[in-house]
């Protein structure tokens, strides 16, 4: 078996030129299958709002989500470094705050926190580091600020807007955060940036350059109902084979069919007589 995945790992492999793998899950059964998969990183995403709550963005998840979802992730991994998102607004707020939110998500089993953005944030970020949080940056397309966005559109597009991104990116890494999401950015952008920062630059919609790629599992495993974005691959059709089941179990309970004998407990003989 592999050793333990680090903070410190994650930043060799760049320096190493290997490609990290990252997933974005949010159960111990997932975390489970990825860990043994051979996965760097997994990401306790708060794209769990969307996927596993049902809601249209982010903004409604909380710490009691991310923390009750942090433990059950981290229970299923033994050698991927467990990432947990800051929600909405839980590092906003001031350094304290910051702090202690960071801490309870990393006493339920997180070895670093994401958040997303890095304007206003510099102090913050390195106040965590201080305390001995790792931080992964998240730049780019950035959910949380999906209502000052305008929607979930692609970014850094025109020379403005790919400056500020690079010096964002640069500002991110002089505080200290360990490695960054790049999300939905185009593709020579996703390059410019891995090649001008030092730290890991973890993509998703940001091309084939960037040092490593972090996708949602239920995405990549076709479960997300509904919008899939352009940058997905499905690597499997989950949703088709837990359809299939479901439909062919109700079948067989309606039939008489299941369960079957082979499926039941027997009582033991003796217990029988005697009744
Ligand atoms: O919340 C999430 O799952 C994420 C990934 C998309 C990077 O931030």
Known sequence: MKDKTTVI?????KAEGKKIAALALYDFAMASLA???????????????????????????????????????????ARALV????????????ARQTLENAGRLVAEGAEAVKLEGVESLSDSIRELIAAGIPVMGHLGLTPQSVNTLGGFKVQG???EAERKLIDD??????????????ECVPMNLGAEIASKVQIPVIGIGAGPYCDGQVLVANDMLG??????????KEYADIAKVAHDAF???????????????KHSYASPPRRLKAL
């Open 83 to 94: 990432v947990a998102d800051m929600p909405f607004m839980s590092f906003r707020l001031g």
């Open 223 to 232: 479960l997300s109902e509904g919008h899939t974005p352009k940058f997905v």
């Open 169 to 182: 990116a640069r500002r991110l890494e002089d505080t200290g955060a360990f490695s960054m999401v790049l």
């Open 157 to 159: 597009q025109g020379v």
């Open 9 to 13: 790992t994650i930043k060799q492999m």
């Open 35 to 77: 860990d043994r998969a051979g996965v760097d990183i997994v990401l306790v995403g708060d794209s769990l709002g969307m996927t596993f709550q049902g809601e249209e963005n982010t903004l409604k998840v909380t710490m009691d989500h991310m923390a009750y979802h942090t433990r059950a992730v981290r229970k299923g991994t």
């Open 247 to 261: 439909r062919e179990y109700t079948k067989e309970v309606r039939g008489g069919e299941y369960p079957a004998e």
